[in-house]
């Protein structure tokens, strides 16, 4: 067994990936999220953060808030989000750690979309 496999079986938690999709309802924007079946059975080590920024695929510096380790998917991008117990995080960056299609390192933000509002205008 992995040092991985080992850690995620002692400390990991269920999570699911989702997607989101922006749709129409009475003329208001409403967000629909749909779970990626790829692999429902995901667990990952959650780490809280504080005071770590990164540059999303926009280029624009976030805080993140969560550190996700987790087995390596191909599948998995900035697009994606986390849902673990009742709280949704937003997917900032994906690190395949040394390039090894091993292990995957994604850093959230709790904040999702609602970070970015400082760059509109």
């Known amino acids: 067994m992995s040092l991985l496999a080992h850690s995620l079986a002692k400390c990991g938690q269920a999570i699911t990936f989702q997607t989101r999709d922006v749709k129409l309802k009475n003329g208001q924007a409403e967000e629909v999220f749909a779970n990626v079946t790829a692999n429902p059975n995901d667990t990952a080590i959650i ?68 970070s970015k509002v400082v760059n509109q205008g």
């Open 47 to 114: 780490k809280t953060v504080s005071g770590v920024s990164v540059f999303d695929d926009t280029n624009t510096e976030i805080v993140a808030t969560h550190k996700l380790t987790l087995a390596y998917r191909a599948d998995i991008t900035a697009e994606n989000w986390v849902l673990f117990g009742t709280k949704r995080i937003k997917v900032l960056t994906v690190e395949n750690c040394a390039e090894k299609n091993k292990v995957l390192i994604l850093m959230c933000t709790e904040r999702g979309e609602d």
